[in-house]
């Protein structure tokens, strides 16, 4: 199976071109890099009745240590 990336919305979505098939992927809201949660499966966290996933354990334990600074809606992911 051959997947592409496309950007939309900013979020990104995965396209599996030979059965039409979009897939939203969850951001991670420290770094704000698309993830795969079947690749990431350990990395979540709940929080506030919301599941939020990581691209790494360095972004999970920041958010753990200090959840409202990244869902603060001035706060902008500068990626790793």
Not at 10 to 16: R, V
Not at 52 to 80: I, S, T
Request: aromatic fraction near 12%.
């Amino acid at each position: 199976m051959r997947w592409t990336t496309t950007h939309f919305h900013e979020d990104f979505t995965m396209h599996d071109p030979a059965r039409d098939l979009s897939v939203q992927l969850p951001i991670d809201p420290v770094c704000g890099m698309s993830v795969d949660p079947a690749e990431k499966s350990e990395l979540h966290l709940d929080y506030d009745g919301r599941t939020f996933w990581f691209c790494g354990k360095g972004c999970l334990l920041e958010f753990r240590d200090a959840p409202g600074q990244y869902l603060d809606p001035n706060y902008n992911p500068q990626g790793m």
